[in-house]
Nanobody, 123 residues
Framework: QVQLVESGGGSVQAGGSLRLSCAAS????????MGWFRQAPEKEREWVAN??????YYDDSVKGRFTISQDNAKNTLYLEMGSLKSEDTAIYYC??????????????????WGQGTQVTVSS
């Protein structure tokens, strides 16, 4: 059983920065999709970024502003968010795809999810 616990959310003014962490139990890294998604009120949960075998991928809306990384020794996934905008306001979720095929950009590829952490950006 994989457990993912996010932290680091909060309120920040536009232009500010936050770092989200996702602590994972069990052997979740390796050749698995590890990703961040977000869900704004009344919107679908959307892919933000993922890392797979050391390669990172980003949605165009966050490219150049967000950085995804992982620390295998700590079994932790990170999302560094900079130049935050009001439209980044959402609940952010980390997720992992264990023995699951499919694109890392698709929500349905992922097998385990964290509980989410709120990020609020005020303009």
């Amino acid at each position: 059983q994989v457990q993912l616990v996010e932290s680091g959310g909060g309120s920040v003014q536009a232009g500010g920065s936050l770092r989200l962490s996702c602590a994972a139990s069990g052997d979740t890294f390796g050749n698995n999709c590890m990703g961040w998604f977000r869900q704004a009120p009344e919107k679908e949960r959307e892919w933000v970024a993922n890392i797979l075998a050391g390669t990172t991928y980003y949605d165009d809306s966050v490219k150049g502003r967000f950085t995804i990384s992982q620390d295998n020794a700590k079994n932790t996934l990170y999302l560094e968010m900079g130049s935050l905008k009001s439209e980044d306001t959402a609940i952010y979720y980390c997720a992992v795809a264990i023995r699951s095929s499919g694109s890392c950009r698709y929500r349905t590829t992922y097998t385990d999810w964290g509980q989410g952490t709120q990020v609020t950006v005020s303009s």
